[in-house]
């Protein structure tokens, strides 16, 4: 997996109980991957389709950072499914502990919001990872 993107968690993403919000984290995670998948792609038309199962595993507290990590897992004619995790990084001992793990579906979009066929010429690992 690739590291996406990082996040420092504020104040501001607490919730009631002073651990991060669950929507804060959802948020985050689909803008990362968002960008992610525009990168993988070469597209800016993409939507969020689905995320599978979502549960947290370790809260997270204000100043500790988070890390999304990703990778492709396949390919559909004009879809992308990514499998994510987002993990909280200890600066002091160098140590990651898994806080989310999940996969998400992007589906591309022609300039009038129908899905489009992914331009495979520009993915190289298209043929490799493509939906069977």
Do not use: W
């Amino acid at each position: 997996m690739e590291l996406v993107s990082q996040k420092l968690c504020i104040k501001s993403d607490l919730g009631i109980c002073n651990r991060m919000f669950g929507g804060i984290m959802m948020s985050f995670v689909d803008e990362s991957l968002a960008l992610f998948v525009r990168q993988k792609i070469h597209s800016i038309n993409i939507v969020t389709l689905m995320f599978d199962k979502m549960q947290f595993l370790a809260p997270v507290f204000e100043n500790e950072a988070i890390r999304v990590y990703a990778d492709v897992k396949e390919y559909g004619n004009t879809s992308i499914t990514v499998e994510v995790e987002v993990r909280k990084y200890d600066v002091f001992n160098a140590i990651e502990q898994l806080v989310l793990h999940t996969t998400a579906v992007f589906v591309n979009l022609s300039s009038d919001g129908k899905p489009y066929m992914l331009n495979t010429k520009l993915i190289p690992d298209y043929d490799a990872k493509k939906r069977k």
